[in-house]
């Protein structure tokens, strides 16, 4: 596998994101071994970085910022597996980072679905997922949604159990 720069370890006004790429994949640093056809489908002609909060502190927001103000891209998609509590943080993490710089930035959320299917998630559904109370809501007025999450979640599946 090739060995891609890391959001925390690349300069943020680095060439390769400054000059050389006008769009940007910000990836789970895993997605490349999950699902390596979507990973290469999604780096076409992109700036690769890579990304793991549990490996790396999940602060990401105010480096990808500085990222966005010294290079301004073109596009950024970022893209995760789902389910995983840590993936998820780089996508708030972007909507921080406009926040942050007070200017709208275009960009596409992804999630890869057991590591054979690419989903485009709505840009309010990232926010929505920060506001537990929300999503506990949904989940209300959505009771079946529960089934679904059983289909996926083996956390969900073992601890419905006891």
């Not at 943020?12 to 940007?24: A, C, D, G, L, Q």
């Not at 103000?69 to 995983?84: D, F, L, M, Q």
């Not at 709505?122 to 289909?151: C, F, G, T």
Request: with cysteine.
């Amino acid at each position: 596998m090739k060995d891609y720069p890391w959001i925390w370890s690349t300069w943020v006004k680095t060439p390769y994101i400054r000059e050389t790429h006008k769009e940007w994949l910000i990836a789970s640093a895993c997605l490349p071994l999950v699902a390596p056809d979507i990973f290469q489908e999604l780096s076409e002609n992109r700036a690769i970085l890579l990304a793991c909060p549990e490996r790396e502190p999940p602060t990401h927001y105010g480096k990808i910022a500085s990222m966005i103000r010294s290079c301004e891209p073109e596009k950024i998609i970022v893209a995760t597996v789902e389910g995983s509590p840590h993936c998820f943080t780089l996508h708030a993490s972007v909507n921080e980072a406009e926040y942050i710089l007070g200017k709208k930035v275009n960009r596409e959320h992804y999630v890869v679905l057991e590591g054979k299917e690419l989903i485009k998630i709505d840009l309010q559904a990232v926010r929505v997922a920060r506001y537990l109370h929300l999503v506990n809501k949904l989940v209300k007025d959505n009771p079946s949604i529960l089934e679904e999450l059983s289909s996926y979640s083996l956390e969900h599946r073992k601890t419905s159990a006891y």
